[in-house]
């Protein structure tokens, strides 16, 4: 399974991005997606997951009610919906795949990667 993410960028603080991530290859093999990201000197932590099947989402607290990740069956797409942009939010945003059909945030569960785009948020 490949995972290619787009959507990535510079904005302002207040303001809105959205990501994609295209999903190919044995993409029947895929249950669960999600978003992940990565700040300077941090960790790796779960931002959003979905489960292709019945829609099942998980949202981190440090971004409820501020993002939202939704998918596109037909397209084998996951996208993530950033509005209200904060500076902490800054950092390279993973896609990721399993193919286990539970919901779960650890990213040490997920079986594939995407290359990571990167999103600053300028005060």
């Known amino acids: 399974v490949q995972l290619a993410e787009s959507g990535g960028g510079l904005v302002q603080a207040g303001g809105s991005l959205r990501l994609s991530c295209a999903a190919s290859?044995?993409?029947?093999?895929?249950?669960?997606m999600g978003w992940f990201r990565q700040a300077p000197g941090e960790e790796r932590k779960f931002v959003a997951v979905?489960?292709?099947?019945?829609?099942?989402?998980i949202v981190a607290n440090s971004v409820k009610g501020r993002f939202t990740i939704s998918r596109d069956n037909t397209k084998n797409t996951v996208y993530l919906q950033m509005n209200s942009l904060r500076s902490e939010d800054t950092g390279v945003y993973y896609c990721?795949?399993?193919?286990?059909?539970?919901?779960?945030?650890?990213?040490?569960?997920?079986?594939?990667w995407g290359q990571g785009t990167q999103v600053t948020v300028s005060t």
């Open positions: 990721a795949a399993k193919g286990s059909i539970a919901v779960l945030t650890a990213p040490d569960l997920y079986h594939y």
């Open positions: 290859g044995r993409t029947f093999s895929v249950n669960v």
């Open positions: 979905t489960r292709w099947n019945d829609g099942t989402t």
